[in-house]
């Protein structure tokens, strides 16, 4: 079993950050999903896809892959750049278009 560790990023659909200050122990995709010839729905047999471990550091979700002997990579989190801006910026006269 492969698991990435990793600290999800904000969601698009709202503009708050919550949830994204855990780090996240998911598990890779054992096999590919197949659909089903009847009611044509995908899944597979693999249920380690529907676990989900959130961790308050990274310290500690890669503790626990060493623990139960769980093969890992941890993916970097990108920082937000946020960069300060004024409502006044937007009528300015030498603003640039």
Request: charged share 35%; net charge positive.
């Amino acid at each position: 079993m492969e698991a990435r560790i990793y600290r999800p990023s904000k969601n698009a659909m709202q503009s708050g950050r919550g949830k994204t200050h855990e780090w996240v122990l998911e598990y890779e995709p054992g096999r590919a999903q197949k659909a089903d010839g009847l009611m044509g729905w995908v899944g597979g047999g693999d249920t380690h896809e529907q676990i989900r471990l959130r961790f308050k550091t990274r310290e500690e979700a890669v503790a626990y892959a060493k623990k139960e002997r769980i093969n890992f990579h941890v993916a970097a989190p990108r920082e937000r750049l946020i960069r300060p801006k004024n409502y006044s910026d937007n009528f300015r006269f030498d603003r640039v278009r």
